[in-house]
């Protein structure tokens, strides 16, 4: 009767053994996606102030963009207009 207790002892050793196991190895993985998200997120929050600096010079120079755009077009205008002057 002690030997069938004791493997039966035995028999939920092992299984609490691969319980823990288990555990272990899930824990393990929680860790590692943990790490895994705070890099991605440090590298969310680096893109998203680099994309703030490239809007900021974006605005800056969308005013001189669409100055130089006006000036062009008063040129080509006014070159047009002297073109048909002296073509009359």
Do not use: H, P
Request: aromatic share 8%.
């Amino acid at each position: 009767m002690d030997e069938s207790r004791l493997a039966r002892i035995e028999g939920k050793l092992d299984k609490l053994t691969e319980a823990v196991t288990s555990i272990a190895r899930v824990e393990e993985k929680i860790y590692t996606s943990t790490k895994r998200i705070d890099r991605l997120e440090q590298r969310m929050d680096g893109l998203e102030e680099e994309l703030d600096i490239t809007k900021g010079a974006v605005v800056v120079n969308g005013g001189a963009v669409k100055f130089a755009e006006r000036m062009f077009w008063i040129a080509v205008s006014a070159l047009v207009s002297v073109f048909v002057y002296f073509v009359r």
